[in-house]
């Protein structure tokens, strides 16, 4: 019998670690099967692009994985049992149970709406494809002068004001930080922030906390009410619920607790990346949620369920930081250099050549998970059962 891999969601993490592990073991050996609701990669970092109406590559994945041994299951997953080492999924054709050796979980995050009130009503996210449809129809609909407030001061928050701004120059768009305006970046990175929100007419207020949103307005926590003709929540993201309802040991966030391979301290067969995983890095400090973090943590889940099959050494990549990649709308960007544990130094990167800079590692990203089995070692090894019985063999004869 074949050794049974599951990977769950096909989000970047997902998809890489299906194809990585495609290319490192044996058909005859292994079933690796790729559990995904929609047929189609969605590519999350270009979402605001999605919401201010480009269009974006279509990436079915059909294509993708096609003769990569990897089976492709078009499924919603409803419930996993780690002590049975069962998946139930739903489909066109009703209700089954997939049965696992080994499981890689990868169901991501979606939107955070932090509990504050109206946010679920009136609010509209750009973490999943069908939120960022939702926003693009509505900003379609918008007068010129119209109010789009962004809440949030992140990497999202940010890329989504500037595009905005830049697509819709008749709008007014505004942002509301909890605290100051990139006050994480270098004195540099703040500066040409500044620059380019002034260039683009978007109004600022910092610290600044919405507590409520309404249909026409979000109320900060200081009582301002700041008119909203459409609010856009980017205040982080929430794991995927169904981790938090096993047995697997999670954090308060439902975030999947594991070791330095990705592998759950409380269930060995059980791997977890992306998103879905509290990964301890550089400094003793959680990685943050982010592709940056992701990609990295499905190489190492990938290599280390590859070795430790077939037997071989574990791998020691520790991850790390080295920048963090700012668009700005399609003409400006900022490169922001961070030290290996994600605290920003004096060196940026700013205007046109960032804005080429963070395209190509958008396109990379895209290109590594539609080519899913290209650019590693060609040499698939046998798993270590398959190894002994063909040893034991040998012996015999």
């Known amino acids: 019998m074949r050794h049974r891999i599951i990977v769950l969601g096909a989000g970047y993490t997902g998809a890489v670690a299906a194809g990585r592990l495609a290319k490192r073991l044996r058909r005859e050996d292994v079933a690796i099967t790729l559990v995904n609701a929609e047929p189609d990669f969605v590519e999350r970092v270009r ?29 919603k997953v409803t419930f996993v049992d780690v002590d049975r080492k069962t998946v139930a999924v739903t489909d066109a054709n009703g209700a089954e ?64 004001a500037t595009e905005i701004a830049e697509a819709r120059p008749d709008l007014d768009v505004a942002l509301a930080a909890r605290s100051g305006l990139g006050d994480w970046l270098s004195p540099k990175g703040r500066a040409h922030l500044r620059k380019v929100f002034g260039t683009l007419g978007i109004t600022v207020y910092e610290h600044a906390a919405v507590t409520s949103v309404e249909a ?6 200081d009582g301002k009410a700041i008119p909203a003709a459409v609010t856009v929540w980017t205040t982080g993201f929430a ?9 697997l040991e999670v954090t308060g ?13 409380s269930h060995p067969d059980v791997y977890a990346i992306g998103d879905a995983a509290m990964v301890i890095g550089p400094g003793d400090k959680p990685l943050r949620m982010s592709c940056a973090s992701g990609t990295p943590t499905a190489w190492q889940a990938a290599d280390a369920i590859a070795a430790r099959v077939t037997g071989t050494k574990l791998p020691n990549a520790p991850i790390r930081y080295f920048n963090q990649c700012i668009s700005l709308g399609r003409k400006e960007g900022l490169i922001q250099y961070v030290t290996a544990d994600d605290r920003a130094v004096p060196a940026v990167l700013t205007g046109r050549l960032a804005a080429v800079y963070k395209e190509l590692v958008c396109k990379g990203a895209a290109w590594g998970v539609a080519n899913p089995t290209l650019g590693l070692p060609t040499r698939r090894r046998a798993t270590r059962d398959r190894a002994a019985a063909g040893s034991a063999v040998k012996a015999q004869a």
Do not use: C
């Open 239 to 247: 794991v995927h619920p169904i981790a938090k309802k096993t047995a």
């Open 253 to 265: 966030t439902g975030q999947i607790v594991v070791d330095g391979t990705m592998r759950s301290v």
């Open 216 to 221: 026409d307005r979000v109320t900060t926590a």
């Open 47 to 75: 979402l605001h692009q999605l919401a201010t109406g480009q269009d974006l590559k279509a990436r079915p994945f059909s294509k993708m994985f096609a003769g990569t041994g990897v089976e492709l299951r078009l499924a």
């Open 97 to 160: 149970e997939l049965a696992y050796d080994t499981l890689v979980y990868a169901l991501g995050s979606g939107w955070n709406t932090q509990h504050v009130p109206g946010t679920a009503e009136h609010a509209d996210e750009i973490a999943s494809r069908p939120g960022a449809l939702r926003l693009r129809e509505r900003l379609a609909r918008l007068d010129a002068r119209q109010t789009v407030v962004v809440v949030g001061g992140g990497l999202t928050g940010l890329e989504a």
